[in-house]
């Protein structure tokens, strides 16, 4: 594989993390969200906001943690576990942070945060990271996953699977916001 | 062994690194003097939920009167009471008013004409749902009790056909006029006025062919008020109860005989 920059991987990673690699469509990860919450299209926007903010520092905390202590240690097999713990920790960490100083914006995401805190596509991203392959090519090409370079590349991936989750709810929310109010004719209404 | 103890202690420490930032960042962040007032604020309330203030609940309310974005006196419920606690737990002075519920028809079973005899389902949605009720018109009352089912305060009762609210009674929350399919209750102000039983928006002939009690838009009423309480918009007479004054002269002026007075 002929080497890359950093910037076209990032962008392509964005990319694929939108369209490609969509995280409901693709992915098929994170469907209760998809579906609880893709009633209304203001609802199903903060709700993709909240998981494209948690899936974000949910890597920035994950991947440090698995590269320089899980992988060190032989523990590999422990990452669920352990990504499971810190990323629920994290969000409850975030929502009592919010609330305190940033009441407008605790309103706006607040109820969702605990909803994803264990969500399946919060957790499916920060392991994913390890098994992409276009990732892996690039990790072995520029020094290993210990490299800055990965880390941005993995942030990247991770913004764009929260941008494809986004998408899709705002996609499937505009849908159903249609086929709830229907106008037919009155003449039709109530007859069987 | 050695593997298992590194896996308890990683996995173990991790926990522990979390338990206690969380601890520290939750007892730093907790921000507990200004709830006090709240808590007073909500136990002043009556605590029904109906949503007659407008706001989602009585937690919501509450909040929104703590911090000042609504007045203290907009719990239904609760009525004057409830509106005085507020009032002193926050010092200020309020006014009082009252809502209560009207039933604008007065189409019972002997004055409305009916299309068509109904056996379904007893409930005025149902029967709403086809081909928009019983009754021949179409802004009628249907009877079937809905609101009298949803009131929280026994106020509403049915009798032959068309459903009455006992002033007394009713809290003016608004679940009533929320759950007609009609929208033939309205919520006003409690206050002597005259008063027009009827939401009919057709022309005066088709009103009056299928009701002998409707309000067929002659404008007679709004020649003899003499304070401008009435207009007619729609083929429909309504009463400004702010201007009204409950003199009685539109009742006397009314063809069909149909404006009353309620004190």
């Known amino acids: ?192 | 062994m050695n593997d298992i103890l590194i896996a308890v202690a990683i996995i173990g420490g991790i926990g522990l690194i979390g338990g206690i930032l969380l601890a520290v960042i939750s007892h730093f962040c907790d921000s507990g003097e200004e709830n006090a007032r709240l808590a007073e604020i909500r136990d002043a309330l009556p605590g029904a939920n109906c949503g007659a203030c407008g706001y989602a609940g009585c937690d919501s309310y509450a909040e929104a009167v703590e911090n000042g974005s609504a007045e203290p006196n907009l719990c239904a419920p609760g009525g004057k009471d409830a509106a005085l606690k507020l009032s002193e737990i926050l010092g200020v002075e309020i006014e009082l008013t009252q809502k209560v519920a009207r039933v604008n028809c007065n189409g019972c079973t002997d004055n409305a004409e009916t299309k068509y005899n109904y056996f379904g389902l007893q409930s005025c949605k149902a029967a709403a749902a086809l081909g928009g009720g019983m009754k021949s018109c179409d802004f009628a009352c249907l009877g079937l009790g809905d609101c009298q089912n949803v009131c929280e305060f026994g106020a509403i009762s049915v009798k032959d056909g068309v459903a009455s609210v006992n002033e007394e009674l009713c809290g003016g929350c608004g679940l009533c006029a929320k759950t007609c399919p009609k929208q033939v209750i309205s919520i006003v102000t409690k206050k002597a006025s005259a008063v027009v039983p009827c939401s009919n928006k057709q022309k005066g002939g088709v009103a009056r062919k299928n009701c002998k009690v409707a309000c067929i838009g002659c404008s007679a009423c709004v020649r003899a008020c003499e304070f401008g309480a009435i207009t007619v918009e729609n083929f429909l007479a309504t009463v400004d109860t702010e201007k009204c004054t409950a003199c009685g002269k539109c009742v006397a002026a009314c063809p069909q005989k149909i404006i009353s007075i309620v004190k």
């Open chain 1, 1 to 192: 594989m002929p080497e890359q920059s950093l910037w076209s991987m990032v962008i392509a990673v964005l990319l694929a993390g939108i369209l490609t690699d969509n995280m409901v469509l693709s992915k098929f990860l994170g469907i209760c969200p998809f579906l609880g919450v893709s009633k209304k299209l203001n609802t199903a926007f903060a709700m993709g906001m909240a998981v494209i903010l948690v899936m974000l520092l949910a890597t920035a905390v994950t991947y440090p943690i698995y590269v320089f202590l899980l992988i060190p240690a032989g523990l590999e097999y422990l990452q669920t576990i352990a990504f499971i713990l810190v990323i629920a920790a994290l969000v409850q960490m975030l929502e009592v942070v919010m609330k305190r100083f940033l009441p407008p914006l605790y309103k706006a995401l607040g109820i969702y945060l605990p909803l994803i805190t264990t969500n399946c596509a919060v957790l499916g991203i920060t392991l994913l990271h390890f098994t992409n392959q276009r990732i892996i090519d690039f990790a072995a090409a520029s020094g290993g996953y210990e490299s800055g370079k990965v880390f941005l590349v993995c942030m990247a991936n991770a913004l764009g699977a929260g941008a494809g989750f986004l998408l899709s709810m705002i996609l499937f929310a505009g849908v159903r916001a249609r086929l709830e109010n229907p106008t037919y004719l009155s003449f039709y209404k109530g007859y069987p």
